[in-house]
C-alpha cells in the first residue's frame, strides 16, 4: 500500500498517481523541486546515464533513473503507487521515449 495517505476507494485519482493521463500534479511538482535543487542534469543512481524518470512515493522513494532502469523499480509509468505498491515514474521533460 502507498505511503502518501492519499489513497481512497471513490474512484478518484490520489494526489500523486495519474492514471492514464500520467502521473498527478503532486508527484509533477516533487519531480520539478528535485530538479531545481539540482546544480547538474540529472543522472541515473544506477548507473552513469543521463537520468530519463523520477521516481516518486512519498515517504518511501524519491530518486532519478535511466529509461533503462525505470523497470525494476516502478510498476508502471502512468499508474499510481496504489496500483502496484511501488513508485510511480514521473517522466522528466527531457524524455521523449
Same mark, same amino acid.
Given at each position: 500500500m502507498s505511503s502518501d495517505g492519499a489513497g481512497g476507494t471513490d474512484g478518484a485519482e490520489n494526489a500523486t498517481g495519474g492514471g492514464a493521463d500520467g502521473p498527478g500534479p503532486a508527484a509533477r511538482a516533487v519531480r520539478d523541486a528535485a530538479l531545481a535543487a539540482l546544480d *547538474?542534469?540529472?543522472?541515473?543512481?544506477?548507473?552513469p546515464a543521463g537520468? *530519463?524518470?523520477?521516481l516518486y512515493e512519498a515517504g518511501r522513494v524519491s530518486t532519478f533513473v535511466c529509461w533503462e532502469h525505470v523497470s525494476p523499480y516502478?510498476? *508502471?509509468?502512468?499508474?499510481t503507487p496504489t496500483d502496484a505498491?511501488?513508485?510511480?515514474?514521473?517522466?522528466?521533460?527531457?524524455?521523449?521515449g
Amino acid at each position: 500500500m502507498s505511503s502518501d495517505g492519499a489513497g481512497g476507494t471513490d474512484g478518484a485519482e490520489n494526489a500523486t498517481g495519474g492514471g492514464a493521463d500520467g502521473p498527478g500534479p503532486a508527484a509533477r511538482a516533487v519531480r520539478d523541486a528535485a530538479l531545481a535543487a539540482l546544480d *547538474d542534469a540529472p543522472r541515473c543512481v544506477v548507473c552513469p546515464a543521463g537520468a *530519463d524518470f523520477y521516481l516518486y512515493e512519498a515517504g518511501r522513494v524519491s530518486t532519478f533513473v535511466c529509461w533503462e532502469h525505470v523497470s525494476p523499480y516502478a510498476a *508502471d509509468v502512468n499508474g499510481t503507487p496504489t496500483d502496484a505498491e511501488r513508485p510511480i515514474a514521473v517522466p522528466l521533460p527531457s524524455f521523449t521515449g
